[in-house]
């Protein structure tokens, strides 16, 4: 292995996955949007054309992230090799 | 200052009511995006994992970066301005204004920056040519950075008073914070994770804007028909079919929108920038560094559907949009049609979507400013072969550096009455200059070091000069941009003339010396660092990039 490489693996087993980040604030983002489209108001309703939109988009915001968890869960970023520390 | 965007960004009817959930909301992402930060902070031992990302990212997060790069807050809210102003013609600056770029970047030069494991794009002209290009470039790279990042922050106070009521002090001071402490921390590293984090955070605040927008007007034939009926009318739904002469809502023929928009603008800016190339050198092999850009063309070729598409919404339905000054300026469609369509809750996404690209715009020029001035200017000219651990010091200050200068400079852009324009003014000035030096260059293994310095100087002097007669009223365009179009095809062509007188009176460099650097004398074509799964048809960057362009030019044919 070339010396480049080796940095390039050590560097990679260290910086952590970002599809975590993603996909964690995705769910947060979700969830708080999804309550709050279970409580919105006539008002709301209204200036969103009658669309539920804090719902709808909630609940897509709460799958994609879900979407990126399992990914990460499923294909998880290749191991380092041992030697490369 | 001037008075012009100041009253139409800062007037009290654009005010927001934002709720407890959209702080919420917004207060969550900057707890993420600083924990990123912190969180990369750990992957830091060398200079190269700081500047570069030790060289180890995948294509899909560098692609995503590269695109987020470019997406920032002011070219959102331009695009969905010029989508109200011009109509479909916008999408040239999407379609043949970026990706034919994007895709022979990938395809042509990736090898050249990747393959001779430069560090950034002044650092290929160095070994290139000399170090007087090396230098010019190197310093003009880093002026334009602190002067863009300064833009950015400045518009993020400006429309944050508008939307929020902050006063302009504190979003500059919060959002410079930020994006400084994440820099700061971890690098390059968390500003690409940013970056990507933010290209779906603004998405999931633009589309709300576009679904409620098109459910208003009756869905797409609604909106095409109500169109019609505006002053745009009919023009506003074609992008090819009145460019034989200039009548048309841009202003500007085909052969100005081919070769000013389509060839030099757009392949200076997008193959020569260094804030976008870095991403593309961040990545772990000559694949994902060759595929960055040509993932990043997918999301560009759709991005106007909800940046275009809003633009023409809010020319149906807000009344007057248009106005020369006053809140009613196509430069707040976006923020217009929050006001209007979004109930709390998604509205506080679409803020933070807001907030998240004006920070990833400004993060992008800081860290390729900060890159450029320490490998570039101090590694190369003030303290040569100190260990590594000093320049990772010295990248550290410079990103402290540039974000006060940022600061300092952000009342520059005050003094343009559209912000697009002059970011093109800026883009003109540097970019179209260096990428015709840069593909001579490639192409051309001959032409000698001497011609090299002397055709960017004298290209940059020449797009300056015009640019300067332009403000001085000596000589006349009829816009902004048709000036910005002319600017960057004299540089070219100037460029190109004085390559051309000089190489021959000149010396060339050992040809020896051009291994990697030129056509002709490439060092392999990136098959000797595949990793597992590389070698499948999905991920050949000709084949992904082709593609790209075949699907440019089939969605123009609706909007013909």
Same mark, same amino acid.
């Given at each position: 292995?070339?010396?480049?490489?080796?940095?390039?693996?050590?560097?990679?087993?260290?910086?952590?996955?970002?599809?975590?980040?993603?996909?964690?604030?995705?769910?947060?983002?979700?969830?708080?949007?999804?309550?709050?489209?279970?409580?919105?108001?006539?008002?709301?309703?209204?200036?969103?054309?009658?669309?539920?939109?804090?719902?709808?988009?909630?609940?897509?915001?709460?799958?994609?992230?879900?979407?990126?968890?399992?990914?990460?869960?499923?294909?998880?970023?290749?191991?380092?090799?041992?030697?490369?520390? | 200052?001037?008075?012009?965007?100041?009253?139409?960004?800062?007037?009290?009817?654009?005010?927001?009511?934002?709720?407890?959930?959209?702080?919420?909301?917004?207060?969550?992402?900057?707890?993420?995006?600083?924990?990123?930060?912190?969180?990369?902070?750990?992957?830091?031992?060398?200079?190269?994992?700081?500047?570069?990302?030790?060289?180890?990212?995948?294509?899909?997060?560098?692609?995503?970066?590269?695109?987020?790069?470019?997406?920032?807050?002011?070219?959102?809210?331009?695009?969905?301005?010029?989508?109200?102003?011009?109509?479909?013609?916008?999408?040239?600056?999407?379609?043949?204004?970026?990706?034919?770029?994007?895709?022979?970047?990938?395809?042509?030069?990736?090898?050249?920056?990747?393959?001779?494991?430069?560090?950034?794009?002044?650092?290929?002209?160095?070994?290139?040519?000399?170090?007087?290009?090396?230098?010019?470039?190197? $310093?003009? !790279?880093?002026?334009?950075? +602190? &002067?863009?990042? @300064?833009?950015?922050?400045?518009?993020? =106070?400006? #429309?944050?008073? *508008?939307?929020?009521?902050?006063?302009?002090?504190?979003?500059?001071?919060?959002?410079?914070?930020?994006?400084?402490?994440?820099?700061?921390?971890?690098?390059?590293?968390?500003?690409?994770?940013?970056?990507?984090?933010?290209?779906?955070?603004?998405?999931?605040?633009?589309?709300?804007?576009?679904?409620?927008?098109?459910?208003?007007?009756?869905?797409?034939?609604?909106?095409?028909?109500?169109?019609?009926?505006?002053?745009?009318?009919?023009?506003?739904?074609?992008?090819?079919?009145?460019?034989?002469?200039?009548?048309?809502?841009?202003?500007?023929?085909?052969?100005? $929108?081919? !070769?000013?928009?389509?060839? +030099? &603008?757009?392949? @200076?800016?997008?193959?020569?920038?260094? =804030?976008? #190339?870095?991403? *593309?050198?961040?990545?772990?092999?000559?694949?994902?560094?060759?595929?960055?850009?040509?993932?990043?063309?997918?999301?560009?070729?759709?991005?106007?559907?909800?940046?275009?598409?809003?633009?023409?919404?809010?020319?149906?339905?807000?009344?007057?949009?248009?106005?020369?000054?006053?809140?009613?300026?196509?430069?707040?469609?976006?923020?217009?049609?929050?006001?209007?369509?979004?109930?709390?809750?998604?509205?506080?996404?679409?803020?933070?979507?807001?907030?998240?690209?004006?920070?990833?715009?400004?993060?992008?020029?800081?860290?390729?400013?900060?890159?450029?001035?320490?490998?570039?200017?101090?590694?190369?000219? +003030?303290?040569?072969?100190?260990?590594?651990?000093?320049?990772?010091?010295?990248?550290?200050? *410079?990103?402290?550096?540039?974000?006060?200068?940022?600061?300092?400079?952000?009342?520059?852009?005050?003094?343009?009455?559209?912000?697009?324009?002059?970011?093109?003014?800026?883009?003109?000035?540097?970019?179209?200059?260096?990428?015709?030096?840069?593909?001579?260059?490639?192409?051309?293994?001959?032409?000698?070091?001497?011609?090299?310095?002397?055709?960017?100087?004298?290209?940059?002097?020449?797009?300056?000069?015009?640019?300067?007669?332009?403000?001085?009223?000596?000589?006349?365009?009829?816009?902004?941009?048709?000036?910005?179009?002319?600017?960057?095809?004299?540089?070219?062509?100037?460029?190109?003339?004085?390559?051309?007188?000089?190489?021959?009176?000149?010396?060339?460099?050992?040809?020896?010396?051009?291994?990697?650097?030129?056509?002709?004398?490439?060092?392999?074509?990136?098959?000797?660092?595949?990793?597992?799964?590389?070698?499948?048809?999905?991920?050949?960057?000709?084949?992904?990039?082709?593609?790209?362009?075949?699907?440019?030019?089939?969605?123009?044919?609706?909007?013909?």
């Amino acid at each position: 292995m070339t010396d480049n490489e080796t940095e390039r693996r050590s560097a990679a087993a260290r910086l952590f996955d970002v599809r975590r980040v993603i996909g964690g604030l995705f769910v947060v983002y979700g969830a708080i949007l999804t309550l709050r489209g279970l409580f919105d108001s006539t008002a709301d309703l209204s200036k969103a054309e009658g669309l539920r939109i804090n719902l709808w988009a909630g609940l897509a915001m709460l799958v994609f992230g879900l979407l990126f968890l399992a990914w990460q869960w499923l294909r998880p970023a290749e191991a380092p090799k041992a030697d490369s520390e | 200052m001037d008075p012009f965007v100041v009253d139409t960004l800062a007037a009290d009817g654009l005010r927001l009511r934002l709720d407890a959930v959209d702080y919420l909301l917004v207060a969550l992402y900057f707890v993420t995006v600083l924990g990123v930060g912190f969180a990369a902070r750990r992957a830091i031992r060398t200079s190269v994992d700081f500047f570069l990302s030790g060289r180890s990212l995948p294509a899909w997060v560098t692609g995503l970066a590269f695109v987020s790069a470019n997406l920032g807050a002011l070219e959102i809210i331009g695009m969905a301005a010029n989508g109200a102003q011009y109509g479909y013609m916008t999408l040239h600056y999407y379609w043949i204004g970026a990706v034919p770029a994007m895709v022979f970047l990938g395809i042509v030069m990736m090898p050249f920056y990747y393959g001779s494991k430069v560090r950034s794009v002044p650092e290929y002209l160095r070994l290139r040519f000399n170090r007087p290009t090396h230098l010019f470039n190197a $310093i003009t !790279f880093a002026v334009a950075q +602190v &002067l863009i990042a @300064g833009v950015n922050l400045f518009a993020l =106070a400006l #429309v944050m008073q *508008a939307l929020l009521g902050w006063p302009q002090w504190v979003s500059i001071v919060v959002g410079a914070f930020i994006v400084l402490s994440y820099i700061l921390l971890g690098g390059l590293s968390s500003a690409i994770y940013n970056e990507v984090l933010q290209f779906f955070v603004i998405l999931a605040g633009l589309i709300p804007i576009t679904v409620i927008g098109l459910q208003k007007v009756g869905g797409f034939g609604g909106l095409m028909d109500a169109v019609k009926g505006t002053s745009l009318g009919e023009a506003g739904l074609h992008a090819w079919s009145g460019t034989g002469g200039s009548d048309n809502p841009l202003g500007a023929n085909w052969i100005g $929108i081919v !070769f000013g928009l389509g060839f +030099v &603008l757009s392949f @200076g800016y997008w193959t020569t920038n260094f =804030a976008e #190339v870095q991403r *593309a050198l961040s990545a772990r092999n000559m694949s994902a560094a060759r595929r960055t850009p040509i993932i990043a063309a997918y999301p560009k070729l759709l991005i106007p559907v909800v940046t275009v598409i809003p633009g023409l919404i809010a020319l149906i339905t807000v009344q007057g949009l248009g106005a020369k000054e006053g809140d009613l300026t196509y430069n707040n469609a976006i923020p217009l049609l929050m006001r209007d369509l979004l109930p709390n809750g998604v509205l506080g996404v679409a803020v933070t979507g807001l907030l998240a690209s004006f920070m990833a715009g400004m993060a992008a020029n800081v860290s390729g400013f900060n890159t450029v001035f320490t490998y570039d200017i101090w590694q190369e000219y +003030v303290k040569k072969d100190m260990p590594d651990g000093y320049y990772l010091r010295v990248g550290r200050i *410079a990103t402290v550096a540039g974000v006060v200068i940022g600061i300092g400079t952000a009342f520059i852009a005050a003094g343009f009455d559209n912000i697009m324009n002059y970011i093109q003014a800026l883009f003109a000035l540097f970019n179209a200059p260096l990428f015709a030096t840069f593909i001579i260059g490639m192409f051309w293994k001959r032409m000698t070091p001497l011609a090299g310095f002397l055709s960017l100087a004298a290209g940059s002097l020449a797009a300056l000069t015009l640019y300067l007669l332009y403000l001085g009223d000596v000589i006349k365009f009829n816009s902004d941009l048709e000036q910005s179009f002319w600017g960057a095809g004299l540089a070219f062509v100037t460029v190109a003339i004085v390559a051309a007188v000089v190489t021959p009176l000149t010396a060339p460099k050992p040809v020896e010396e051009l291994d990697g650097l030129v056509y002709g004398r490439a060092k392999g074509m990136g098959t000797e660092d595949l990793l597992a799964g590389d070698e499948a048809w999905y991920r050949n960057p000709i084949a992904l990039g082709l593609f790209a362009v075949a699907l440019s030019l089939l969605f123009y044919i609706p909007v013909w």
